[in-house]
């Protein structure tokens, strides 16, 4: 009986047995422009956006973050109405959504917490419907049992591919980990990403994947990471904290896992 070899052999014969045809070379045969949007109306455009329908961020910049308000603030132009906000949290930099909320752009929120005078407003009844309070864990939870369903994520982060491949921590204004931004890639119906720059096929190691992605803009900022270290983030001198800080410390380094490429993403606390 003929080998598997032979078998292949025989029917290509002008060729070598096995063919290495890299994914980079497979790529680069196809349109590799098909994610890319010259402008962020033409990714709300192309995403299907409709009155009514879930958008959903991540806070990986925290007080730094510019994507949210950006975002939000195109589409109340665009004349988008009844729109649930799903944010892994809100921060005292997203007071425009007070505005958006009065207009009618957004009637309903999913997010970790509030803050600043989005928080003072919304506690004094500025929204109809009671925001939708839950931990990081829960807000996972939440979309991988469909109860909170994502219909358009848009994603910032400081560099990817023009396929969409992408990480926090390379590119100008780096954030860290994206593990706040992994479900709504993995779940969202449509992943816009919103990239300062763009860099060589394929970027790797990948926090957001390729075939998570559906449309890519490149903007001026997603945020600024030296807004990150502050509020909940703060550096403290707090003996007590401090303490608890070196302790875990120590349990990291005994763990087994601290070595190079190490990857960590912590929360903010919950000692003041």
């Given amino acids: 009986m003929p080998t598997r070899e032979q078998r292949i052999e025989k029917y290509h014969a002008d060729r070598s047995v096995y063919q290495a045809v890299p994914k980079s070379e497979s790529l680069s045969r196809t349109a590799k422009d098909r994610k890319l949007c010259t402008s962020l109306e033409e990714a709300i455009k192309r995403s299907g956006l409709k009155d009514g329908m879930t958008v959903s961020f991540h806070h990986a910049f925290r007080g730094g973050d510019f994507v949210v308000n950006m975002v939000m603030n195109k589409i109340a132009e665009m004349g988008f ?6 944010s892994s949290s809100l921060i005292d930099s997203h007071f425009p959504i007070v505005e958006h909320i009065k ?8 997010s970790s917490g509030l803050r600043g005078e989005l928080a003072e407003q ?17 807000r996972v939870h939440l979309v991988k049992s469909g109860e909170l369903k994502i219909d358009v994520a848009f994603l910032g982060v400081p560099c990817c591919d023009t396929f969409g491949n992408a990480n926090g921590f390379t590119g100008k204004s780096k954030c860290g980990s994206l593990g706040y931004a992994r479900v709504d890639a993995e779940y969202a119906d449509k992943v816009v990403l919103l990239t300062e720059e763009f860099v060589e096929y394929p970027h790797h190691p990948m926090s957001i994947a390729q075939d998570q992605v559906d449309l890519i803009v490149q903007v001026e900022a997603v945020g600024d990471p030296k807004k990150i270290g502050g509020g909940a983030t703060r550096m403290t001198t707090n003996p007590r904290e401090l303490l608890i800080a070196r302790k875990c410390a120590e349990v990291i380094f005994a763990s087994g896992y601290f070595k190079d490429g190490f990857s960590l993403q912590t929360g903010s606390g919950g000692l003041h």
Avoid: C, D, F
């Avoid at 207009?103 to 999913?110: C, S």
């Fill in 103 to 110: 207009n009618g752009v957004v009637t309903k929120i999913y």
């Fill in 81 to 86: 109405k009844n729109l649930t906000l799903a």
């Fill in 122 to 138: 919304i506690s004094r009844g500025l929204l109809n419907e009671p925001v939708n309070i839950h931990s990081h864990g829960g």
